[in-house]
Nanobody, 127 residues
Framework: QVQVTESGGGLVRPGGSLRLSCTAS????????LGWYRQAPGKPRKNIAG????????????VKGRFTISKDIDKDTAESNTVYLQLDSLEPEDTGVYYC????????????????WGQGTLVTVSS
């Protein structure tokens, strides 16, 4: 019904940059918020950035000032189903699987999905 797909992960040296993309596809009217979560090896998944339908952003203190979340807005519907995460000044501690989460999705029939997760994209920061 609704799918979330991430891309853009890879291997990068400390101090380098990456840009992650996340696209929600399917038949829906709107998404309340899109967020990025990171799961480092041996640690629980953690919310590191998010952006609401209205454009409000959130950053965890561990990435604030280094990561930037943004979104595309569909010109016809004024809705956003694609979000990006620009990762700059990467550190080895940023290594992990990055997941995209679509929160509170209103479907075409008016039903609401609480959330949909992507499959994740691996980011490895190493020299």
């Amino acid at each position: 019904q609704v799918q979330v797909t991430e891309s853009g992960g890879g291997l990068v040296r400390p101090g380098g940059s990456l840009r992650l993309s996340c696209t929600a596809s399917g038949r829906f009217r709107s998404i309340n918020a899109l967020g990025w979560y990171r799961q480092a090896p041996g640690k629980p998944r953690k919310n590191i950035a998010g952006i609401t339908n209205g454009g409000s952003t959130y950053y965890d203190k561990s990435v604030k000032g280094r990561f930037t979340i943004s979104k595309d807005i569909d010109k016809d519907t004024a809705e956003s189903n694609t979000v990006y995460l620009q990762l700059d000044s990467l550190e080895p501690e940023d290594t992990g699987v990055y997941y995209c989460n679509a929160n509170r999705i209103i479907l075409m029939n008016g039903d609401e999905l609480i959330e949909v997760w992507g499959q994740g994209t691996l980011v490895t920061v190493s020299s």
